[in-house]
């Protein structure tokens, strides 16, 4: 299929969170935002125009706010609105809620303003960043009017639609399109002009827009108190405005069909014009099903259609009934939302009611009463497919239809599913799709999103892609469904056939399941460094029989090579884009290899033209290299299995685990999950990823044992042992030991292990291993995986048998830590993360008795994202207990869970007092006088009483079982970062700070909102560019420890680990000793601050040389001792913050794009290290009364 | 007036208290030399008229910090005596270490043993260094003091 070239035409290729914000910036003046996934790009797209000065409709620059919270922006946008200046904002989920108090506010006070809401699940037994409709829900009783976009040119006409009905009803609206389905796919649209938008505003209700604005130049209050004799009354005048939404709403939809051709009705009907089955629903899932619908219709003669709800507050029930065919006679109403305990889900009561006032009311303009069903489907991105939308058919067609069913899942616990055909799908007419395998580091993304530009600039065809991602941050598998055709592309869901399918990964195959999806004879292209002779048998069973079965065409090309000869060391994408153009004939290669160059050109031109011409080499050596393979008849290799789990793993992690890594999670049944969101830990040593292509290999001769490369691994996949040296009698060949030296070291033995399949390959530890041979190598280098892993794999089984010799529990040296076994291992965490090390920390000094309570943000989603969990525990089964709750209310849920140890602490030291006569007096008395420091021989006496108190009688002896175990005191930490800390959750920060209570909190400071992409908050410094400080930051960062250190009560410290080990790990400490609340701020150098991570803890390092990073601490303890309350742990600046600064993308980009701004604000940042460095030092010598030297003879 | 420092550092803190040292002596108007010991010839120590402050750390069990591993190993197989050398060691560790401050304890006892004249007993600052530091700080300006006659 060679396309025809595009004509001049308004169609543009957008995903549908810019369509959306393209239309809220141009008919807005002022806008706050706040991220969350998935609508934050939304707000940091309005951010960058302002930024750059783009106008909206009045060619005027709307100017952006970014607040502490969503609460905030409600808040805000309360406020601009009274004040009489147009304002939106976007948001999703948890967002959502926390905007509900002002939208009541709003609604009740007629306030017109627009929130566009990329529609997703609201966390309940877990969190999930993805799509479904119960944060709009639970918005329904606000008063806010609902308009719902089923797909990426709705979203943008509906918003538009919003805006101006807004105005003209006066009544706000929330316009939602779901979550990453609509939000995030790319779509060929109608682009909506200046001139549409324009005409669509009722400039009088403008003008009295303005005129309704709070100023003191025609004086009115707002907001009263109203008593019984007043609220009822005042509350029930705003319904004339609600009676007339729904005509405005038509009437402004009518208006823009007329300018744009487009148009829209509150009730859409799809289908049969004589339906008898109808399914009623909004979303993008109304697509699958109305094209489902007519492909049915069409090829078997049924009689389906579909409803979709557009305005779905205020509903209107005439309008409702009008959109339904008189010849229905069952319905079924699908809600992608669960409200456990109602009557029905909200959509489903609400086609209910309106049916009985049809009948009742308005006539019985339908001639029967139709049967009604409802279900849920789509719950957190499930997928909904076609063939779903054919099993609420048949179920709808079955004698007896199931009613609040399910489908997409198994439940097999309440039998509410719907069983569907997986063979089941349609095809999409004129179009083509594509499928490509990718990693989240290696590009394949972008090039594709390229490729679709591409195709849709160049020809007339529409498209449409889509990306999935898992859930890791480096190393995560990347699919990347493309599909362009003649028609509009209308097919929400995954490819199910595709054309053509490439895996940019050689490890992929065999692993990921790539070829279920190829069409028959589909092209399968394989990125492999493997001969082309040699290609076929490298190929498992099941690959080679897939390949033979669907007569594929398979193509192969070494990428790697290619790459590597033209300089371009391991960036593949170009180069199987090129592929990808070469073996589809959708443009003339020679077309899309000269467009792909353009683009190179605009990519990379900033990085100048060697890099461009690099690239241009590589596109132009591709097809030289790309080998068809000639396919045999018959599988060449026996069937094997993939051993996804080990034999000896528990049952959960075979039953469950396994599934989730083998990509089958979908097909679990209900029955196969723990409830109530409790999930077990330890399961993330299973996982094996083998994501390094290298790995750090250990040289036993030159290592000092200085254990530096473990304590800075962000994975824990350094470890170091001391062992006797008799263990190595069985140790199998290769494995690498030395004698120990240290203190004891006769007959001792050390090894250092590298888990090879857990490294990332962040290269940190070789970057700072301290110890180099003659040679110049380091006693840890990296070396290629491949040759040495099942080597490694044999010296690890080995090195994990060996019996370590005990260390004294008491220390803990920047040494000896890392002999302790790490309880936060091979976590999903970025490669090279510097966070990562500060919790391992904790696992290793309070692991046993660990109870965190982790705000939302990167920390829970690489401390708890499925499918595996890094906390594990010891050999005695004790280990890290963690828990999310949500972003903003960590400190308060943290405080929660210390109070609630400490009662059953409490209430275990005094029943163990009441019954100390029952138990035995001496040894009661014993226990209570046992240090705090001495958790061991606590456990031992624990173990004691519980033998004795199983043979008490009674109730108090049964109630101090039930606690027992708690006579250890719990150490609750608090975790997060620093847009929890500084922003949404800082005034429960404050207040948990200040009550006292004895929680640890530790900030982990990446001074940015990492986990939605790098977001500015409070704690971003001046002079760095930031997503949200797209003109780089003005004002300072805030100062969290100076704040803390003014209530005088609370243990206050700021650390950088590859700074000052000993002092984090003396902070720690201190922090967890202190019977008060202690805050500590550690420094996490990020990826979002444009830096090689390999380097983390140098830039940590630099940060404190040049007073960026103070060191320091505040221990109220020792007001009563000789030691000062504050001290530096820090010396005086020994480079200007420049040197620190000017290594950093964040703060370099400012002076590539705005160097004078960067030249200012640098000066900026110099003067504030100044100041705050004279003010500590003040502080520090204000505590050292002896710090005078009058009497040392100098004067 | 002028004295030399003579750091061994492997994490910069023995260099920080150099620096702060070199502060302290700016003030007072004593002129002063900061070497890094890792690129120090120790052989010229025969030749320093001044008074030496060497600050050392303590690494991997009683080792030298790893950067001067080879200067270290120099001056403790010296021979040649240093009867005109006059010093002072202000050792670093970390007493949670079995080897306290051995680094610093064993440059101390070979200065001496190749007869050089201590001019201040060792001091050994364990992790609260960046305050016991101010202690010694006095010692050893008073003693300085001593040595240049600006005793009051
Ligand atoms: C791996 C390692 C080993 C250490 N070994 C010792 C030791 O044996 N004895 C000691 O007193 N201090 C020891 N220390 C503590 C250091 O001497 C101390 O941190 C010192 O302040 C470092 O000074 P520097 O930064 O100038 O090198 C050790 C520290 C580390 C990290």
Known sequence: ?1195 | MKITVIYGTETGNCKGLAAKVAKKAAKNGVDIDVIDLATYDIDQLASLEEPLLIIISTWDDGAPPPKCEATFNKLMEREEPLPDLRYTVLALGDTEYPLFCECGRKIDAQLAELGATRLLERTDLGAEFMVTYIGWSKRFWKMLAGVFGKAA
Not at chain 1, 232 to 252: G, H, L
Not at chain 1, 566 to 572: L, T
């Open chain 1, 1 to 1195: 299929m060679i396309a025809t070239p595009a004509a001049e035409s308004p169609r543009i290729t957008r995903d549908g969170n810019e369509a959306v914000a393209s239309v809220a910036y141009r008919m807005s003046e002022l806008i706050s935002i706040y991220p969350i996934t998935p609508s934050t790009s939304m707000a940091e797209l309005c951010d960058e125009w302002s930024a750059q000065g783009k106008p909206n409709l009045w060619d005027e620059i709307p100017q952006v706010s970014q607040m502490q919270s969503e609460g905030g922006v409600a808040g805000t946008m309360h406020g601009i609105t009274m004040g009489g200046t147009l304002s939106t904002t976007f948001t999703a989920s948890q967002g959502l809620l926390l905007m509900i108090p002002n939208m009541y506010k709003l609604a009740g006070e007629l306030t017109p303003n627009v929130i566009h809401v990329s529609a997703r699940a609201i966390a309940t037994n877990a969190l999930s960043i993805f799509g479904d409709h119960s944060d709009v829900m639970a918005c329904r009783q606000t008063g806010y009017a609902m308009l719902a976009s089923n797909s990426v040119q709705e979203a943008q006409d509906l918003a538009a639609i919003s805006h101006a009905a807004t105005l003209s009803s006066r009544v706000p609206f929330l316009h939602f399109f779901d979550g990453f389905r609509t939000s995030h796919e790319i779509n060929s649209l109608d682009y909506v002009s200046n001139e549409t938008l324009l005409d669509l505003i009722d400039d009088k209700a403008l003008d009295e827009y303005y005129q309704r604005a709070l100023t003191p130049d025609a004086p009115t209050v707002r907001g009263t108190a109203q008593n019984p004799d007043t609220y009822f009354q005042a509350r029930e005048a705003v319904n004339s405005f609600y009676k007339e939404v729904p005509t405005i709403v038509q009437a402004t939809m009518d208006r823009f069909a007329e300018k744009t051709g487009r148009s829209y009705k509150l009730f859409d009907y799809y289908g049969h014009p004589e339906a008898e089955k109808v399914i009623v629903m909004m979303g993008s899932g109304v697509e699958t099903a109305a094209e489902t619908a007519a492909w049915l219709n069409q090829n078997q003669g049924t009689k389906y259609g579909i409803v979709a709800v557009r305005l779905y507050r205020p509903f209107n029930t005439k309008a409702f009934i009008h959109s339904l065919p008189k010849t229905v006679k069952s319905i079924a109403v699908l809600d992608r939302t669960k409200e456990p305990g109602s009557i029905g889900e909200p959509l489903y009561l609400d086609v209910t009611f309106a049916l009985r006032k049809a009948s009742r009311c308005l006539n019985n303009c339908l001639p029967h009463d139709p049967e009604l069903i409802g279900g849920r489907y789509g719950i957190g991105s499930k997928e909904f497919t076609p063939a779903m939308v054919k099993a609420v058919f048949d179920n709808l067609e079955s004698e007896t239809p199931k009613d609040h069913f399910t489908v997409g899942i198994r439940d097999d616990v309440t039998n509410q599913s719907l069983d569907w055909d997986k063979s089941f799908t349609i095809q999409i007419a004129n179009a083509q799709s594509a499928l490509f395998f990718g990693l989240g580091s290696d590009g394949t993304v972008g090039a594709n999103k390229n490729t679709i530009k591409i195709i849709g600039e160049a020809t007339d065809l529409y498209t449409q892609a889509y990306f999935v991602y898992d859930s890791k941050k480096s190393g995560g598998l990347t699919t990347s469904h493309l599909r362009f055709g003649a028609d509009p592309i209308k097919a929400p869901y995954l490819i199910e056939e595709s054309d053509f399918v490439g895996c940019h990964q050689p490890q992929f195959v065999g692993r990921v399941d790539m070829l279920s999806k190829i069409a028959q004879g589909g092209t399968f292209l394989i990125n492999t460094s493997t001969d082309a002779d040699e290609v076929w048998h490298s190929l498992p069973h099941d690959v080679q029989e897939a390949i033979i079965e669907k007569q594929l065409k398979l193509h192969v090309i070494d990428a790697y090579k290619v790459a590597g000869e033209s300089g371009m060391g391991r960036r593949i994408n170009t180069i199987m884009q090129v592929c990808y153009f070469a073996l589809s004939d959708v443009l003339p290669t020679e077309d899309a290899i000269s467009r792909i160059k353009t683009s190179i050109e605009k990519t990379y031109g900033r990085k100048g033209p060697k890099i461009v011409a690099m690239n241009c080499a590589a596109v132009d050596a591709a097809l030289a290299f790309l080998k068809q393979i000639k396919i045999p008849e018959k599988p060449t290799n026996a069937p094997a299995s993939i051993e996804w789990i080990p034999d000896s793993a528990p049952d959960f992690v075979k039953r469950v685990t396994g599934p989730l890594l083998a990509g089958q999670g979908d097909l679990l049944p209900v029955s196969a999950f723990p409830i109530g969101g409790v999930w077990p830990s330890s399961t993330s040593q299973y996982e094996k990823r083998s994501i390094a292509s290298a790995i750090p290999v250990w040289d036993a001769e030159t290592c000092t044992q200085c254990n530096k490369c473990s304590l800075f691994c962000p994975h824990a996949a350094i470890r170091p042992k001391i062992y006797c040296e008799s263990e190595l009698e069985n140790a199998p060949q290769g494995f690498k030991s030395t004698a120990y030296n240290g203190p004891g070291a006769e007959d001792k033995a050390f090894t250092i292990q590298v888990y090879p399949q857990d490294c990332t390959g962040c290269n940190a530890c070789v970057e700072l291993c301290p110890a180099t041979n003659a040679d110049g190598r380091r006693a840890i280098e990296m070396e290629q995986l491949a040759p040495i892993l099942d080597q490694e794999k044999e010296s690890l089984a080995f090195f994990q048998e060996i019996a370590e010799q005990t260390i004294d529990p008491t220390i803990a040296t920047a040494k000896s830590i890392a002999l302790r076994q790490p309880l936060f291992e091979f976590s999903g965490a970025c490669s090279g993360c510097t966070q990562t090390p500060y919790i391992r920390l904790l696992s290793q000094l309070f692991g046993d008795r660990l109870l965190i309570a982790n705000a939302t943000g990167c920390s829970s989603i690489y401390g708890g994202n499925l499918p595996t969990t890094p906390y594990c525990s010891d050999a005695n089964g004790r280990g890290p207990a963690w828990a999310n709750s949500l972003f903003e209310d960590n400190a308060e849920f943290g405080l929660g869970l210390h109070l609630s140890s400490k009662w059953r602490s409490e209430t275990a030291r005094t029943l163990l007092q009441n019954l100390d006569q029952d138990i035995g007096p001496e040894e009661v008395t014993d226990f209570l006088s046992i240090p705090s420091k001495d958790i061991d021989k606590k456990r031992k006496a624990i173990e004691t009483f519980r033998t004795r108190l199983q043979k008490i009688k009674g109730s108090k002896s049964t109630r101090l079982l039930q606690h027992l175990d708690y006579l250890v005191e719990k150490s609750t930490w608090i975790v997060g970062g620093d847009g929890w800390a500084y922003d949404i959750g800082f005034g429960g920060l404050d207040h948990v700070l200040a009550t006292g209570a004895n929680v640890n909190v530790l900030v982990l400071d990446t001074e940015v909102y990492s986990n939605t992409g790098g977001q500015s908050s409070k704690a971003t410094p001046t002079g760095a560019q930031a997503k949200f400080a797209a003109k780089g930051k003005e004002l300072p960062k805030k100062d969290l420890g100076q704040i803390a250190m003014s209530y005088g009560g609370i243990y206050v410290a700021q650390i950088a680990f590859g700074a000052n080990e000993q002092q984090t790990l003396d902070v720690l400490r201190e922090a967890e000793s202190y019977q008060g609340p202690s805050l500590v701020i550690g420094y996490g150098p990020c990826l979002a601050h444009g830096i090689d991570l390999s380097h983390g803890p140098a830039r940590q390092k630099s940060a404190v040389d040049s007073g960026y990073w103070p060191l320091y601490r505040f221990d109220p303890r020792n007001a009563d001792s000789d030691l000062p309350v504050f001290r530096l742990d820090s010396f005086a600046p020994s480079i200007p913050v420049a040197d620190f600064m000017l290594n950093e993308n964040r703060f370099r980009s400012l002076e590539r794009s705005n160097p004078e701004r960067a030249s200012l604000l640098l000066e900026r940042a110099q003067a504030q290290v100044d100041s705050r460095w004279a003010r500590l030092e003040a502080m520090a010598a204000a505590g050292l009364e002896d710090d005078d030297d009058e009497d040392d003879g100098w004067g």
